[in-house]
């Protein structure tokens, strides 16, 4: 079951201490057809989520569809952004792309999933860019604000501009696959 705070670009805070959240769900067990209810409380342990998760996508070959955030410890020009991609099939490599528009393109190229970007679509595919999901099926890429890539070079993010990340990753051999994607705006 796909569950998003506020934290994680989801759904309404609900004014627990900052950086908490409570989570609740139902689930029905198969055995009883009893329905069950559980929940927990989250405590946020790293720097609050930033920005706002969008575009729906398909499952990748471990059964879910990859997850991407972003968090920063403010949204200001010249800071660092850490990306976040999680739900990865294990040990494939991935990158994250750059755009600063949305969009939609289903089945790219003969992709299995969904790119939510379009226009000039920067890589984060240089030295060091370029992860592997290892055995947890999750990888992480520290960015600068001050260096956004692009087709043509690197730019910086100006106030109020809005910058849409997404991981592009391997997935079910030769085949490749995407994350959601997750829109930031700088102030």
Known sequence: IG?????????????????????IWTFRDGASDDTNVAGAIVVETISS??????CAVPDNSSGTSGWIR?????????????????DLPVN??????????????????GSQGHLCLQGAIGRYNGANEIRHSGSSGSLSLLTESDAIPTPNGTVAAMSGETWN???????????SNFTNAVSVTFD
């Open 165 to 175: 990340f997404q991981c592009w990753y391997r997935d079910n051999g030769p085949n």
């Open 70 to 86: 972003a968090r920063t410890g403010s949204w200001n020009p010249g800071t660092s952004l850490t990306l976040y991609a999680s």
């Open 92 to 109: 494939v490599f991935a990158h994250f792309i750059v755009s600063n528009q949305p969009g939609l393109v289903l089945f790219p190229g």
């Open 3 to 23: 569950i998003a705070s506020h934290r994680d670009g989801g759904g309404p805070f609900i004014g627990l201490d900052r950086g908490n959240a409570l989570a």
């Open 49 to 54: 989520a930033s920005g706002s998760q969008y």
